[in-house]
Nanobody, 126 residues
Framework: HSQLVESGGGLVNAGGSLTLSCTDR????????VGWFRQAPGKEREGISY????????IYADSVKARFTISRNNNWNMVYLHLNDLEPQDTAVYFC???????????????????WGLGTQVTVSS
């Protein structure tokens, strides 16, 4: 079984930074692609970043490109999302998700992932 857990969210001023972490408490993430998503109140879940199982391929949504950086440490069973130059419109619940069957077609599409964490809240004040 899998239990994805996100951490690192919080309240930050505009222009500030946060680092979000994602791990699985019951299973290894090392062989799976991982995505980060966010969902603001009243909006659809948005794919913002993806990293391949070996960390070689990384994808970013245009809305976060050049501000957010995804990374992973397979020795520690961790995937990170570094959020820089935060803006109030970045306020959302941030989720990590894994694809366990290796059939990702659209890395930023929520439908390509089968296991999700409960999310961590990021609030950016202006």
């Amino acid at each position: 079984h899998s239990q994805l857990v996100e951490s690192g969210g919080g309240l930050v001023n505009a222009g500030g930074s946060l680092t979000l972490s994602c791990t699985d408490r019951k299973d290894s993430l090392n062989y799976d692609d991982v995505g980060w998503f966010r969902q603001a109140p009243g909006k659809e879940r948005e794919g913002i970043s993806y990293i391949s199982e070996d960390g070689e391929k990384k994808i970013y949504a245009d809305s976060v490109k050049a501000r957010f950086t995804i990374s992973r440490n397979n020795n520690w069973n961790m995937v990170y999302l570094h959020l820089n130059d935060l803006e109030p419109q970045d306020t959302a619940v941030y989720f990590c998700a894994r694809n366990r069957d290796g059939t990702i077609i659209n890395p930023l599409s929520p439908s390509d992932y089968d296991t999700w964490g409960l999310g961590t809240q990021v609030t950016v004040s202006s």
